[in-house]
């Protein structure tokens, strides 16, 4: 710890805090301000460090020949494993058409065929080729610059330390940019962080991946639901001694007709399910974890050889590959599931809302009932792109709900060191679990938060002192050095607690479900076809909700944004 206090340098106010600088986010805060609010979005990386820049397949979204609605909510529901909530798949599903238009019109730029009709694939637990794509195997990046290229204003390398809440809910943010320390007034904030990734040794996401918003969320007094449910990507990219973020082997490699063998050539998922390679990715995980068990490797292969063109319609894989010394046209790909996406996460209806009034969640970090057990793919930027206009549009209702911060208490991060507690998780939490490991894991949590105690830490704030208010920032600044410390705490804080919440909501799921392998549980019981709900109790530590499953809470019913 560098120190135990904070001054804030600097005030903001707003009618609408967006946290994240990705498809939800973005997309959220060009909604808002198109409807007058005022909108102050923080990003805690630059301008290209989301999740959202590194989604390679596209977004699944319903053809115009060949498809419908019925269709791909069907599939999403068979993905979900019995855990999608039906009215919210449709919703959002029936937003996706209206959603790609408005991202066109912004700019984007999707890939065509010869035809000239925009080109589409087919990915795992996908019944047709319904998903679009930019750049070959570069939506996310495409989907990122047309969003940037919006020209919206926002602070990159600020990063947010915590939701000040009142008797009417947000009241708004304390958080730390190159600037300093600042306190933004505000009645309505949107959580779009993104995922969790950096809980794990080896995941698909970025750095910044460290579940901030999942910590953020429960300190605030939200509900969080089915955080067990965490998908491993089937296809990363391995290689020997491997850590942190790792490159994807997209699944629109196996839609295009590449298939998976083990070091001795044979099928990976032969007799598994009916759609083989292409099933959803819960299978296809198991099936490889399965298969390197029985034959006691690291890995198995993704042989694309009989792919025409694939340089051109991979460039991003195959840019990867031959930095790992691996040419896809004539060598076996090597790979192995890592963590890549979070099914569950905060609470809230198909329009954003949280349990918490003024609080609002969009993007991989909330848990809209779209996912279920395990995501469909290519279903996330839907879903950003989709729930993010809609916070954009309901978050006026917070509007002359103003109630300033006048006080601000200390802040604590208690925390795991980030190396032991991603051992920890790895090996207890990843892709095939048992109740054995869970409580070895929950009780080794509390060792390791008792090894690493943090004092708290005291806000030195002064009404009506004269403050500057914060400039929008292109790239992400230098933080002062004991202001990144306190920023590499609250991470390694939102890590302990995320996956504290995870451990406690997988050991009482004592089934086989979706993204959920349990092998002590091998079979789905249908009693516990329903979401696990976490909350913080009032010691700090996150606990189970009633006998921790619950139906979803009545929400009222989604705002469709009109065209426009």
């Known amino acids: 710890m560098v120190n135990t206090s904070i001054s804030i340098t600097w005030e903001a106010t707003a009618d609408l805090v967006v946290v ?123 989907v990122q610059r047309a969003l940037n290229a919006a020209g919206l204003p ?40 993104g995922g969790l990734g950096q809980l794990y040794a080896c995941s698909t996401n970025p750095a910044g991946a460290t579940a901030d918003g999942i910590a953020l969320a429960l300190r605030a007094g939200a509900l969080v639901s089915d955080l067990e449910f965490l998908q491993f990507h089937p296809t990363v990219l391995f290689t020997p001694g491997g850590l942190g973020r790792r490159p994807l082997i997209s699944e629109a490699v196996r839609g295009e007709g590449a298939i998976l063998v083990d070091s001795e050539g044979n099928s990976v998922t032969a007799g598994v399910h009916p759609r083989g390679d292409l099933a959803p990715r819960d299978v296809v995980s198991r099936a490889i974890a399965a298969r390197m068990s029985e034959l006691g490797t690291d890995h198995v292969y993704l042989d694309g050889r009989a792919i025409d063109g694939f340089p051109q319609r991979f460039p991003t894989i195959t840019a990867s590959c031959l930095a790992a010394g691996i040419d896809p046209t004539v060598d076996l790909i090597p790979v192995a599931p890592a963590a890549h996406y979070q099914c569950g996460g ?64 200390p802040l604590r991060f208690p925390r795991a060191d980030r190396k032991l507690l991603q051992e920890l998780m790895t090996e207890h939490a990843a892709v095939v679990r048992d109740g054995d490991g869970l409580r070895t894991a929950i009780l080794r949590m509390v060792g390791l938060i008792a090894d690493n105690a943090a004092p708290d830490i005291t806000v030195e704030w002064a009404l009506n002192r004269p403050t500057t208010d914060p400039e929008p920032v292109n790239e992400a600044g230098a933080w002062s050095d004991s202001a990144a410390a306190i920023v590499r705490e609250l991470e390694d804080s939102a890590l302990t607690l995320t996956a504290r919440a995870l451990l406690v909501a997988a050991a009482a799921r004592t089934e086989t479900r979706g993204c959920h392998t349990r092998s002590d549980c091998p079979e789905p019981q249908e009693d516990l076809r329903r979401s696990t709900a976490v909350r913080l109790g009032s010691d700090g530590r996150p606990k189970l909700v009633s006998d921790g499953f619950e139906p979803a809470p009545s929400w009222g019913r989604a705002v469709v944004p009109a065209a426009s």
């Open 154 to 193: 926002v602070i990159f390398g600020a990063a947010v330390l915590d939701i000040v809440t009142g008797p009417e809910g947000v009241r708004g943010v304390i958080a730390v940019s190159e600037q300093g320390f600042g306190i933004v007034h505000a009645p309505a904030v949107l959580l779009a962080t």
């Open 346 to 409: 905060i609470r809230t209806d198909p329009s954003g809302r949280t349990t918490v009034p003024g609080l609002y969640a969009a993007g991989e970090v909330a848990r809209t009932g779209l996912h279920g057990a395990n995501r469909l793919a290519s279903n996330s930027l839907l879903e950003g792109l989709v729930v993010g206009e809609r916070v954009g549009v309901v978050a006026a209702e917070r509007q002359g709900m103003s109630a300033p911060i006048t006080e601000v208490g």
């Open 20 to 142: 994240g600088g990705g498809v939800a986010g973005l997309t959220a805060a060009r909604t808002a301000s198109r409807r007058g609010l005022r909108v102050l979005t923080l990003s805690k990386g630059g301008p290209t460090d989301t999740s959202t820049q590194y989604a390679q397949g596209g977004i699944a979204v319903v053809a115009p020949h060949g498809d419908s609605v019925e269709s791909h909510v069907q599939d999403t529901v068979i993905a979900g494993a019995g855990l999608c909530d039906a009215d919210a798949v449709r919703s959002i599903v029936e937003g996706g058409q209206h959603a790609v238009a408005a991202l066109t019109d912004l700019g984007a730029v999707f890939d065509h065929g010869r035809d000239g009709e925009v080109s589409r694939t087919r990915e795992g637990g996908h019944s047709t080729r319904r998903i679009i794509h930019a750049g070959g195997d570069a939506t996310g990046a495409e």
